[in-house]
């Protein structure tokens, strides 16, 4: 029987870096023939390695896809159609606004990309500029609608808790969004890491971040203005209207995946893989066909029971323990089911033999799921 599996591409390279980010991506685009070299040569160790899968999603992540020549995405949509079985019900690409173009819209649609991932992040340009982000909200709204003539799945990423961010910014963002109605929004709350320029920004006192009580006040307006304008929340950061990410459902549903590239994580089987974010080890390594792991293991039975409930308590609709039982056994099962069972009632719904937040749980999820790590 074949599988089906999702495949992730890290494509590592930016204009420039933005203030609080700590994804694998360089503003050096001297490595960028060497990189794509090399994740070419990944795929074909690895797809040596995996038997009878076919390939249902196909996510090209970042740092910035549309950063680099679109045939650098051509090729490697080649070369995974040549290695597996291709068949995706969804191709999606990640693309900043200031590099949408009609030229660049037509490329992928023609090389059969279907859903277009938009950073937006804010619909301030005071904000913007805060954050580092080279494009303003004008410039946004013209690529919307040149990627909204060709693309009928957009999702528009946004985040809140910004520095110097109010509660009138994050009613902005709602406005545009309703005015703009992309069909999937993607709302993260801003996470600060200790290495990001942010971080000493912050401790210097140069930006201020919302109170708690402001943040909390946004996260409160994010939920019902959302649901207002007829958004369904399926995931913790997610809301559609009709189309929810395949391929994002796949890592929420502790699916098999395969990441390609700087980072990339992936699982199969019951197998967990990270590649190295450090670009020259991974070329370096590639060159000698060697794969770039920084962690490769075999999962127990209880770290796959883990794994699957912390992914899947993400989603709305919560984790089936039926299926658990089914696939590991009562047992292990039962050990994770009674670590959860002090957050029944407040925090997660446990009736029906589902685990799933509850409204107010969700808010909350960070606390919950750490009891799984
Ligand atoms: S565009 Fe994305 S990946 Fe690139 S620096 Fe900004 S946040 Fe990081």
């Known amino acids: 029987m074949k599988t089906d599996i999702s495949i992730y591409v890290h494509v590592p390279f930016c204009s420039r870096r933005c203030i609080y980010c700590d994804f694998a ?6 490595f960028i023939s060497a990189y794509f070299d090399a994740v070419h040569r990944e795929i074909d160790i690895v797809s040596d390695q995996i038997d009878n899968s ?8 970042g740092g910035t896809p549309s950063h680099v020549p679109v045939k650098h995405i051509s090729n490697l949509i080649d070369k995974i159609h ?12 990640e693309m900043n606004p200031e590099d949408v173009t009609v030229d660049l819209c037509r ?8 859903r277009v991932s938009l950073g937006l992040q804010s ?3 005071q904000l913007l500029k805060v954050i580092g982000r080279p494009y303003n909200v004008k410039t946004f709204l013209e690529k919307y609608e040149i990627t909204n003539t060709y693309f009928d799945n957009i999702n528009v990423d946004l985040m809140y808790n910004l520095p110097f961010e109010r509660l009138s910014d994050v009613d902005s963002d709602m406005k545009m969004i309703e005015k703009i109605n992309p069909d999937h929004i993607s709302f993260y709350e801003l996470e600060i890491h200790e290495e990001v320029p942010l971080y000493s920004m912050i401790k210097s006192g140069t930006v201020k971040l919302p109170s708690e009580d402001e943040s909390e006040k946004m996260y409160d307006m994010i939920i019902e203005s959302l649901d ?4 369904s929340r ?3 950061s997610s809301w559609t209207k009709k189309k929810p990410s395949i391929h994002n459902i796949s890592y929420w549903e502790n699916g098999e995946y395969i990441g390609f590239g700087l980072s990339a994580g992936s699982h199969y089987g019951m197998r967990r893989c990270v590649n190295t974010f450090d670009i020259g080890e991974y070329i370096q390594k590639l060159e000698k066909n060697e794969l770039p792991r ?3 293991s075999i999962n127990s039975t209880k770290e796959e029971i883990a794994e699957t409930l912390f992914m899947g308590l993400r989603l709305t609709k919560g984790v089936k323990l039926t299926y658990l039982r089914e696939k590991f056994g009562n047992a292990d099962v039962n050990f994770y089911v009674k670590k959860m069972e002090k957050f029944c009632g407040e925090f997660l719904d446990c009736s029906d033999e589902i685990l799933k937040f509850t409204q107010s749980g969700m808010k909350f999820s960070a606390l919950v799921l750490s009891e799984l790590v």
């Open 25 to 30: 991506s360089y503003v050096n685009d001297g």
């Open 54 to 61: 076919r390939v249902f999603t196909l996510y090209f992540g």
């Open 82 to 93: 040549a290695k597996f079985q291709y068949d995706p019900v969804e191709v999606t690409v």
């Open 107 to 114: 490329d992928l649609k023609a090389i059969g990309v279907n």
């Open 123 to 125: 619909t301030s340009d």
């Open 228 to 231: 207002k304008i007829g958004y």
């Open 234 to 236: 399926y995931e913790i």
């Open 294 to 296: 920084i962690y490769d």
